[in-house]
């Protein structure tokens, strides 16, 4: 039996992959298909996440997407198919889900390959006595601002913080608070939101930079780049 301080035991995760990716129409694939070093960016990602000996994986694909048929690694998930966005996924990966309701849920992003497995692993081991749950986050190190037309302001970036994934959350809460979300027609990027529309407060736990979710063409070199040089072990 796996120790559960080194393992995701008696958690199932759900990787929402079913995004097209219009910003890297320009690749020829969807941004969870790239290769890198032999291996597509969601199979590099779902050996991160079996490592860990999770209960079950659910594989959210979009509808029209057979890609995911040619990796032999998903032979070991279950696969759902996803909704028109992601929080539709995320919901439809749940839905499939039969556990108790304060079990935990880890979800975490096809597209970030380079999540440090300790990470994952001190986010697990963290939530496990908290009543919600958590995620990662890096502190925002850059100046930000406000584009609107022409009018630029900055914006204070005190206690200002970038969630990642993994996000780890007891199931009914999450469940609940994505499906009041969608409802309610509340706009929501990411679990968290969720959870926070509705009064809960997350536990927040600090990552790496390194944790990176490619979302254009120029981070494909960075995620290269950390693999090659081992920087998201």
């Known amino acids: 039996m796996m120790d559960p301080l080194c393992s995701l035991a008696g958690v199932s995760v759900v990787v929402p992959a079913a995004g097209i990716g219009s910003r890297m129409l320009s690749t020829g694939a969807p941004k969870q298909y790239i290769k890198v070093f032999g291996k597509s960016i969601l199979q590099i990602t779902l050996e991160k996440i079996f490592l860990l000996k999770p209960d079950r994986v659910i594989l959210v694909v979009s509808p029209s997407d057979n890609l995911y048929k040619l990796i032999d690694i998903v032979e070991s998930c279950e696969v759902v198919v996803g909704g028109k966005e992601r929080t539709n996924s995320v919901l439809n990966g749940l839905s499939t889900l039969e556990v108790e309701d304060l079990d935990l ?92 529309y509705f009064g809960y407060e997350p536990l927040v736990l600090r990552g790496h930079r390194d944790n990176v979710k490619i979302t254009e063409a120029d981070d494909i070199d960075l995620i290269r780049y950390y693999l090659e040089n081992g920087k998201c072990e």
């Open 105 to 196: 849920v880890m979800v975490h992003d096809a597209v970030r390959p380079c999540v440090r497995t300790s990470d994952i692993l001190r986010l697990a081991n963290a939530v496990k006595d908290h009543r919600v749950g958590g995620f990662l986050a890096i502190p925002v190190s850059e100046t930000l601002k406000t584009v609107v037309r022409t009018q630029v302001k900055t914006i204070d970036r005190g206690g200002v913080w970038q969630a990642q994934t993994p996000q780890i959350f007891r199931y009914r809460y999450l469940f609940d608070s994505i499906s009041r979300a969608l409802l309610m027609n509340y706009k929501i990027t990411d679990e968290s939101q969720a959870i926070e």
